[in-house]
């Protein structure tokens, strides 16, 4: 992939404004080690890179406003950072990090930040909610569908065989086996007696006759009467 943004990356054990230059990042923490007296004493762990965040004291205050001071519980939570071009170091812009949402806040949060000794501004951190996952498609039970289409006999299994189903079933590793064999020459065999399952054709008796013919005689009698 040609990302203009990935070539002019820092190289760096920790992330910094450059590395948001394409858009925001939302991290899930996974561990917070604190070295007090350093000159970045907190070193925020993330998933899915070897980098750590190491925030300023603006972002360190609103992180302790929002989950408190115990960062034990801080494992699991989210950050969205954002590139704030308006920050400032040494009287110049140079652009820094910035929270934009946090989890595991009740609601927005409202606060005041310090752009420097005399000047305070307000912020508002947007409680970040989680994206629903999408949903998982259920598994298609390609043995059962090949065992319901094999009762119905060869040509039906056939036809089923060649059809989209049947070639995705083949595409996970489906195949004839003797079992299936086995049905589909059953339902063959079942078919050749009774092609229209219908129960079987087969000459009535003499007393069935005989019964029938009384039955007849019967109601010609009743009708004659009436």
Not at 100 to 122: C, F, G, W, Y
Not at 165 to 180: E, N, Q, S
């Amino acid at each position: 992939m040609n990302d203009f943004a990935a070539a002019l990356a820092p190289k760096s054990d920790q992330i910094n404004a450059l590395d948001l230059l394409s858009g925001d990042m939302t991290i899930t923490i996974t561990g917070v080690k604190i070295m007090p007296g350093t000159e970045q004493p907190v070193s925020i762990s993330f998933q899915g890179s070897p980098k750590v965040w190491r925030p300023c004291k603006t972002t360190g205050r609103i992180l302790m406003e929002a989950w408190g001071a115990d960062t034990s519980v801080y494992p699991g939570r989210s950050v969205q950072l954002y590139l704030d071009p308006k920050v400032k170091w040494g009287g110049l812009e140079v652009g820094g990090i910035r929270i934009r949402a946090l989890s595991h806040i009740e609601n927005d949060l409202r606060t005041i930040t310090a752009e420097s000794k005399q000047v305070r501004r307000p912020v508002t951190i947007k409680k970040l909610v989680a994206k629903a996952a999408d949903p998982v498609a259920p598994a298609i039970d390609y043995p059962a569908l090949a065992k319901v289409a094999a009762r119905r006999g060869k040509d039906a299994f056939v036809q089923w065989w060649n059809s989209p189903d049947g070639k995705a079933g083949r595409a996970a590793g489906l195949t004839v086996t003797d079992d299936l064999k086995k049905i589909i020459a059953d339902a063959d065999a079942a078919i050749a007696d009774d092609p229209f399952g219908l129960p079987p054709i087969t000459d009535p008796t003499p007393d069935q006759l005989a019964s029938a013919e009384a039955e007849a005689k019967r109601a010609a009698d009743q009708a004659a009467m009436e």
